[in-house]
């Protein structure tokens, strides 16, 4: 073997000593990310803070006044409560999260503007796409978001808050429950609200108003709460 190929030899050993070196130093299970994409983690993560605050606040606006758009509705302790008269006077699961979807992006719109950081920011308006499933909502949001701080910058586009809430049990249990005063104006169907998946508290208001509260026994936190007017 001539000396200038084992030369090369030895070049070659070094180089892969170095390599395997470098490899073994990295911790194990460490992600390799970007630099651009660590930046300003601190801003992404207020913001997805954020925005599930204002997805929970939507779900609880529903939740404590059973419809947020109609003008049908009677006030219990300064909370405006929506009175049914009918079982298709309770939302529709589509309806009711188109409900939660206008008012989730009345607030999210906010979040860019409270950033509590020294960036430049800037955003356009999110828009929201919201999906149920095995009670739990998604909101799937797009906020352009640009995040600028020393001549370096972060663009965001997706969230994806979501919030554990048995939508369509609540609005099923709520038509069970207008349909069991229909029945007989003088009477609660009883063996009708036994087959409600949810749980009920009843309050006699003025006149023929009642405030009833479904509520889910393994969550006590969770509700939907709404007005039945029956025929006098």
Same mark, same amino acid.
């Given at each position: 073997?001539?000396?200038?190929?084992?030369t090369l030899?030895?070049?070659?050993?070094?180089?892969a000593l170095i390599?395997?070196s470098?490899?073994?130093?990295?911790?194990?299970?460490?992600?390799?990310v970007a630099?651009?994409?660590a930046?300003f983690?601190?801003a992404?993560?207020?913001m997805?803070?954020?925005?599930?605050?204002?997805?929970?606040?939507?779900?609880d606006h529903?939740?404590l006044t059973?419809?947020?758009?109609?003008?049908?509705?009677?006030y219990?302790?300064?909370?405006?409560r929506?009175?049914?008269?009918?079982?298709?006077?309770?939302? !529709?699961?589509?309806?009711a &999260?188109?409900m939660i +979807?206008?008012?989730?992006l *009345?607030d999210?719109v906010y979040?860019?503007?409270e950033?509590p950081?020294d960036y430049?920011?800037?955003?356009s308006?999110?828009?929201?796409?919201l999906?149920y499933s095995d009670?739990?909502?998604?909101?799937?949001t797009?906020y352009?978001?640009t995040?600028?701080s020393?001549g370096?910058?972060?663009?965001?586009f997706n969230?994806?808050p979501?919030?554990?809430? !048995?939508l369509?049990e609540? &609005?099923?249990?709520? +038509?069970l429950?207008?349909? *069991?005063?229909?029945?007989?104006p003088d009477?609660?169907?009883?063996t009708?609200m036994?087959?409600?998946?949810?749980?009920?508290?009843l309050g006699e208001?003025?006149?023929n108003?009642?405030?009833v509260?479904?509520?889910n026994e393994?969550?006590?936190?969770?509700?939907?709460?709404?007005?039945v007017?029956?025929?006098?």
């Amino acid at each position: 073997m001539q000396k200038g190929q084992i030369t090369l030899y030895l070049v070659i050993g070094v180089l892969a000593l170095i390599v395997v070196s470098m490899l073994m130093q990295r911790p194990t299970g460490a992600p390799i990310v970007a630099p651009q994409e660590a930046m300003f983690d601190d801003a992404v993560n207020y913001m997805r803070d954020c925005l599930t605050q204002s997805a929970q606040a939507s779900v609880d606006h529903l939740a404590l006044t059973g419809d947020i758009l109609t003008e049908s509705t009677v006030y219990i302790k300064d909370v405006p409560r929506a009175i049914f008269r009918g079982e298709g006077d309770v939302p !529709t699961l589509d309806a009711a &999260l188109e409900m939660i +979807r206008e008012d989730y992006l *009345a607030d999210a719109v906010y979040c860019s503007s409270e950033l509590p950081f020294d960036y430049e920011i800037t955003a356009s308006a999110p828009t929201a796409n919201l999906s149920y499933s095995d009670g739990r909502i998604t909101f799937y949001t797009y906020y352009p978001l640009t995040v600028t701080s020393s001549g370096k910058m972060r663009k965001v586009f997706n969230f994806a808050p979501q919030i554990d809430y !048995t939508l369509q049990e609540y &609005l099923d249990s709520a +038509r069970l429950t207008v349909g *069991a005063f229909l029945v007989d104006p003088d009477y609660l169907n009883v063996t009708q609200m036994n087959l409600l998946p949810m749980k009920y508290n009843l309050g006699e208001m003025e006149g023929n108003l009642y405030d009833v509260r479904l509520y889910n026994e393994s969550d006590m936190n969770s509700n939907y709460a709404f007005a039945v007017e029956v025929p006098q």
